[in-house]
Every structure is written in structure tokens, then in C-alpha cells.
């Protein structure tokens, strides 16, 4: 996740295994990625408060769309 006083983004990955031989044996791979530009009620949170409502927006259960987030999945 990422927060700055205007907007949030995070990105979902996942480490998998990979045919060509590197250092680690694993590639990571992009599942999802959001971004969203803050309310003023939202500029005034945290940085904490705004990287954890990056990830809640990311989460796979919700439904960023329904929010007029840019969710996007690969």
C-alpha cells in the first residue's frame, strides 16, 4: 500500500514458482491493483488509517467498483 495526502493505491501479488532457473525459484505476479483519490474528510485520516483503508479496498471480498474506486484484475 501507498497513501499520500491526496490518494491511496495498493497492490495485491502473489509469488509463484517459476520454469526459467533465477535466484529465488519464484516470480511475483500481479493478481489486482486499486487506486482512489481521497474525500476531504478521508486527506484528514492517519497515514495508517489511510493505508488500511487501501488494503480493505483491495480485499478481495469487497466491491470497489460500487465505490468509484479503480480496481483492476489481471
Given at each position: 500500500?501507498?497513501?499520500?495526502d491526496?490518494?491511496?493505491?495498493?497492490?495485491?501479488?502473489?509469488?509463484?514458482?517459476?520454469?526459467?532457473?533465477?535466484?529465488?525459484?519464484?516470480?511475483?505476479?500481479?493478481?489486482?491493483?486499486?487506486?482512489?483519490?481521497?474525500?476531504d474528510?478521508?486527506?484528514?485520516?492517519?497515514?495508517?488509517?489511510?493505508?488500511?483503508?487501501?488494503?480493505?479496498?483491495l480485499?478481495?471480498?469487497?466491491?470497489?467498483?460500487?465505490?468509484?474506486?479503480?480496481?483492476?484484475?489481471?
Amino acid at each position: 500500500t501507498d497513501a499520500s495526502d491526496y490518494g491511496i493505491g495498493a497492490v495485491l501479488s502473489q509469488k509463484q514458482p517459476t520454469t526459467q532457473a533465477d535466484f529465488s525459484g519464484q516470480s511475483e505476479v500481479v493478481i489486482a491493483y486499486c487506486s482512489k483519490h481521497l474525500t476531504d474528510t478521508q486527506i484528514k485520516w492517519s497515514t495508517t488509517e489511510k493505508e488500511a483503508f487501501a488494503i480493505v479496498l483491495l480485499h478481495p471480498g469487497t466491491k470497489g467498483e460500487e465505490r468509484g474506486i479503480s480496481n483492476s484484475a489481471l
